[in-house]
């Protein structure tokens, strides 16, 4: 079977498997060839693809949604990260978060000195038009 892990910019993982285990909010599924259709929201955690050969590949997710669909599963979620190991994964996803958290970091700081700004105009606006 066929499986895709997508976010809404890449194509993070698309694989021919013959296992994949994903969690939900019921616990652990495992999927495999001939599994019944289903669609699934899934909760933050790991997704591991098995290959006919047993070689594994994980893909740590935010939540997001499985759907199995004949022999498609397609897992989609606004993060994804892939890796074939849990130790590297791991290091790759918290990096993600760090530099996530910084951008969030960056973003609020311009935000408020937008809003800032904008306040200063009105008041300069207000003693201008009050005179």
């Known amino acids: 079977m066929k499986l895709r892990v997508l976010t809404p ?18 616990g652990s599924l495992g999927i495999r060839p001939g599994h019944a259709s289903l669609v699934t929201p899934l909760v933050p955690g790991v997704v591991i693809a098995r290959s006919e050969g047993g070689r594994e590949k994980f893909v740590a997710v935010n939540g997001g949604v499985m759907m199995v669909v004949g022999d498609m599963v397609e897992v989609v979620s606004r993060h994804a990260v892939a890796g074939t190991d849990l130790a590297g994964l791991t290091d790759k996803v918290v990096a993600g978060f760090e530099k996530e958290h910084q951008e969030d970091k960056a973003n609020r700081t311009a935000f408020e000195k937008l809003r800032m700004s904008f306040l200063r105009g009105v008041v300069e606006y207000d003693r201008a038009t009050a005179s």
């Open 9 to 26: 910019s890449e194509v993070v993982l698309e694989e021919d498997v013959v296992h994949v285990t994903a969690e939900d909010v019921t």
